[in-house]
């Protein structure tokens, strides 16, 4: 058995060597998410990673909810985890919860107190972090340490009866005070907690710490290769030793890798939720915000997060993606799939004088300039029309090419147009503009007179919908929002939404559904919103402008 190692990452490279030198037969991977808030985007890298490698491997993945804290966790986080994996295009093997194997939790940890490997401890929390000491200096024994096996199972077992205050007492694994490790310095493995659970109710008041269930999750599903960020590079020790302590038959092994940093984004779920508890957000799927279920409301394509994340690559070396990486790939996989649409975000109005009053046709336009396979639409196209009102300068300033008074341009996919007056109100502002049009400079009639420098888009005044256009721009305003020096809601950019009413061209709209994506010409990408948008409402989210001078480095 050999696999192709070209353009291949170490974590690959490791499962194809425990493949061929027949460590494993075949592989099982997991992704496991703790269900306290709504997946980001840096979630969906170890999705695909470790989704990616089951499949390439023909492997098996577990999707595995690490329930290991009442007080945080909740059901409506569990379903929107499902429906963001599922969303992305991956489907599980297996779909376990942590909270099913507390009672062989439980047993694991009274196994390490018959061989004289965990106590009961009293000590606060403030005195268990004084006692551990610090990096450079070792920690001291606390002095319920040398409790004999009999009591920590009495005191244990009255833990477990709810016969101690959450806080009264904790269960730790006895290792060593002086490890230069601080994780191996008795690392709380059972706390009292009287709460609820989403999962098994009040069936128990004390919980395991995550770093000791997640080794047993892992060894309890025979999990080949336990991928994890870098941060729990230290907690390896620690790992190994509750698989190996604990006497678990199978023993997987952890590998980490470099956690997504991006420019302008914070991958923090405590800062998320910061985020949505103090109302800066109108919720998890925020179109502004890193998670699946907001870029997914603002309007990118699982294909795009699949090709990002597989672009990034995966290394041990942190580092920080530029957010344009993702606009890129999005951008890529829209062109080609986006119907074009004509949509005036900032409109003003244009009569055309010299057409026919009551009358209207239909000029055709092309549904996408670069998949003709899309075909083509009729649009209708009258005597009163709305422009961008960008599009006009009754003061051009040099090299402006567009409608300014005794200048013509072409309106998109019909006539050549005039500007001869302007109608401004009591204010002095611009309210319309009135031009003449040349019927022999129709788009498609071979027209082969005087050129112009321009081309416009238009919506027929007649014929049209209104739609409101929330355009988005970065949340966060620094390249390294993690930076903890400075606070991240000083950070907070109050442009990052700005709402527009105008309109959007019927033809292209009128059966547009919640999360339909179009290209509306010269504006951007956008998406029907699934949030606000009604019978009677119809709302658009900008997801990307359509051009970006940012490349990725090849």
């Not at 379903?79 to 376990?96: M, Q, R």
């Not at 060894?219 to 907690?235: N, P, Y």
């Amino acid at each position: 058995m050999s696999f192709e190692r070209e353009n291949s990452n170490f974590i690959r490279n490791i499962v194809i060597d425990d493949l061929e030198n027949k460590k494993h037969d075949s592989i099982i991977t997991r992704f496991p998410p703790e269900p306290n808030g709504y997946l980001h985007i840096g979630h969906a890298k170890s999705i695909c990673l470790n989704f990616g490698l089951a499949r390439e491997f023909d492997g098996r993945v577990n999707l595995r909810f690490d329930d290991t804290n009442p007080v945080k966790e909740d059901v409506e986080y569990v379903e929107s985890i499902k429906n963001d994996v599922e969303w992305l295009g991956f489907g599980w093997d297996e779909l376990h919860f942590a909270s099913n194997y507390f009672e062989e939790m439980h047993d694991r940890a009274v196994l390490l107190i018959k061989k004289g490997l965990a106590y009961v401890d009293d000590l606060s929390a403030d005195e268990i972090r004084e006692y551990r000491g610090t990096l450079k200096e070792p920690g001291k024994e606390s002095p319920y340490r040398n409790r004999t096996i009999e009591e920590n199972l009495d005191l244990f077992k009255r833990m477990r009866a709810g016969e101690f205050k959450d806080g009264e007492k904790v269960l730790r694994a006895k290792i060593d005070m002086a490890s230069p490790n601080i994780n191996l310095r008795d690392p709380v493995i059972y706390r009292i907690s009287h709460s609820s659970h989403h999962n098994t109710g009040d069936k128990w008041c004390i919980y395991p710490m995550y770093a000791f269930a997640h080794p047993l999750e892992d060894a309890i599903e025979k999990i080949t290769h336990s991928i994890c960020t870098l941060e729990f590079e230290d907690q390896r020790p620690f790992y190994d030793w509750t698989v190996r302590e604990c006497e678990m038959e199978a023993i997987p092994r952890q590998i980490e890798f470099a956690r997504l940093n991006m420019t302008n984004t914070v991958m923090s779920k405590r800062k998320l939720k910061q985020l949505v508890d103090e109302g800066i957000t109108d919720g998890w799927d925020d179109p502004r915000m890193p998670t699946i279920s907001g870029l997914r409301r603002r309007g990118y394509t699982p294909e795009s997060i699949r090709n990002f994340c597989s672009e990034i690559g995966i290394s041990k070396a942190d580092s920080t993606v530029d957010s344009q990486m993702l606009d890129y790939f999005l951008r890529e996989d829209l062109q080609m799939k986006a119907p074009l649409a004509m949509a005036i975000i900032n409109p003003l109005k244009l009569v055309i004088t010299n057409y026919p009053e009551g009358e209207s046709e239909l000029i055709e336009i092309e549904n996408n300039a670069k998949n003709e396979e899309m075909g083509k639409r009729f649009v209708s196209f009258s005597r009163e029309l709305y422009v961008e009102r960008d599009d006009f300068m009754e003061v051009p300033v040099k090299k402006y090419f567009r409608l300014f008074p005794g200048n013509e341009v072409r309106l998109k996919g019909g006539y050549y147009v005039k500007c001869n007056d302007v109608i401004k109100d009591e204010n002095g502002e611009v309210i319309e503009i009135h031009c003449t049009y040349d019927p022999a400079t129709k788009s498609g009639s071979g027209f082969e007179g005087r050129k112009v420098k321009a081309t416009i888009h238009w919506v027929d005044a007649n014929n049209c919908k209104p739609a409101e256009f929330r355009l988005y721009e970065p949340l966060i305003l620094d390249d390294e929002p993690e930076n903890e020096g400075k606070h991240f809601l000083e950070q907070i950019n109050s442009n990052s939404l700005i709402v527009k009413t105008g309109f959007v061209e019927t033809s292209a709209t009128e059966n547009a559904k919640k999360n339909d994506k179009f290209q509306f010409i010269r504006n951007g990408f956008y998406c029907v919103d699934s949030k606000y948008t009604t019978e009677d409402n119809l709302v658009f989210n900008r997801i990307v402008p359509l051009k970006s001078s940012f490349k990725p480095n090849k």
